[in-house]
């Protein structure tokens, strides 16, 4: 089993920047993508950056340029700048080992003046 603890977020003003950092513990030999999705209200869950174990990250169009996802062994973190308010959502940390995904509990981000 994998655990994830995550750390970050809060309120932030519009073109403000703030970061989430995530920590995963326990079997974590095997996992070989880390990253974090989103989930704004009304919305289904969806991707935000991943990056794998060779340190190629990817990242959804909506972030493109404003998000930079980074990762040192087991701990994934995300620098979020430029942010708007459809960024407003709870992010969510993610683990795969390949056979099994893990979720952290979520943390929220409001972008709000």
């Known amino acids: 089993q994998v655990?994830?603890?995550?750390?970050?977020g809060g309120l932030?003003?519009?073109?403000?920047?703030?970061?989430?950092?995530?920590?995963?513990?326990?079997?974590?030999q095997n996992i070989n993508l880390m990253g974090w999705y989103r989930q704004a209200p009304g919305k289904q869950r969806e991707?935000?950056?991943t990056v794998d174990s060779y340190n190629a990250a990817r990242y959804s169009d909506s972030v493109w340029?404003?998000?930079?996802?980074s990762r040192n062994?087991?701990?994934?973190?995300?620098?979020m700048n430029?942010?708007?308010?459809?960024?407003?959502?709870?992010y969510y940390c993610n683990?795969?080992?390949?056979?099994?995904?893990?979720?952290?509990q979520g943390t929220r981000v409001t972008v709000s003046s």
């Open 73 to 79: 062994k087991n701990i994934v973190t995300l620098r």
């Open 12 to 28: 932030v003003q519009p073109g403000g920047s703030g970061w989430l950092s995530c920590i995963a513990s326990g079997s974590t």
């Open 65 to 69: 340029g404003r998000f930079i996802v």
């Open 47 to 49: 991707s935000v950056a």
């Open 95 to 104: 683990a795969n080992d390949g056979s099994q995904s893990y979720w952290g």
């Open 82 to 90: 430029s942010l708007k308010p459809e960024d407003t959502a709870v």
């Open 3 to 8: 655990q994830l603890a995550e750390s970050g």
